[in-house]
């Protein structure tokens, strides 16, 4: 459960960061949080390297669907940032129960 909040925080973060970084509105924000967290925990049984890929891949493309242009740059951006969130919150966790 506590892994699950810490992916839900790492992709509101990237999401955050992403919207004040290019002064993207506050219904882009609220857009872009649901289709990354709703395709992330749609795959949540997958294995984590697989739900990163599939999960990001896919939240990208409809938030290329929604915004009428797909992005290379964008989907390895949030490749790699995404990864680099999750990460950091998972390892956060980990630490946190160790102590």
């Not at 749609?42 to 891949?57: D, E, K, V, Y």
């Not at 929604?66 to 999750?86: K, M, N, T």
């Amino acid at each position: 459960m506590k892994t699950a909040l810490a992916d839900a925080v790492a992709l509101l973060v990237f999401v955050a960061i992403g919207v004040l970084t290019h002064g993207a509105s506050f219904g882009a924000f609220l857009r872009d949080l649901a289709l990354f967290e709703a395709a992330w925990f749609a795959l949540w049984r997958l294995p984590l390297p697989l739900r990163w890929l599939l999960g990001i891949t896919a939240a990208v493309a409809l938030r290329a669907a929604f915004v009428g242009h797909f992005s290379v740059a964008f989907w390895l951006v949030a490749l790699a940032f995404g990864a680099a969130f999750v990460a950091v919150g998972r390892t956060a966790v980990r630490w946190r129960r160790s102590s």
